[in-house]
């Protein structure tokens, strides 16, 4: 079992910037990656950005590329997205999400933290 516990969301005037965390507790040791999802009212949860455990750069979204900054602590078991020149696009239910070895898919998930950006 993987508990992730997020924060860090909260309002936010457009073109500022918040940094959401998501620190992974439990059954780690077979952590392949991992990231965050959103999810905006009436629409479905899609991808952001994603980090792989062992190494290498991390994958965004269009969307977020050159706005977003995905990281980690591995001795924390953390990640880290730095959002910056938000938009209110970028208004949803921020999930973080973990992927283990066993596992073709994201199959861990918090419980979601709200970011919301007004214009």
């Known amino acids: 079992q993987v508990q992730l516990t997020e924060s860090g969301g909260g309002p936010v005037q457009a073109g500022g910037s918040l940094r959401l965390s998501c620190a992974a507790s439990g059954s780690t040791v077979y952590t392949a990656a991992m990231g965050w999802f959103r999810q905006a009212p009436g629409k479905e949860r899609e991808f952001v950005a994603a980090?792989?455990?062992?190494?290498?750069?991390?994958e965004y979204t269009d969307s977020v590329k050159g706005r977003f900054i995905l990281s980690k602590d591995i001795r924390k078991h953390t990640i880290y997205l730095q959002m910056n020149d938000l938009k209110p696009e970028d208004t949803a239910v921020y999930y973080c999400?973990?992927?283990?070895?066993?596992?073709?898919?994201?199959?861990?998930w918090g419980q979601g933290t709200q970011v919301t950006v007004s214009s």
């Open positions: 999400a973990l992927k283990s070895y066993f596992s073709s898919a994201f199959g861990s």
């Open positions: 980090i792989r455990w062992a190494g290498g750069p991390s």
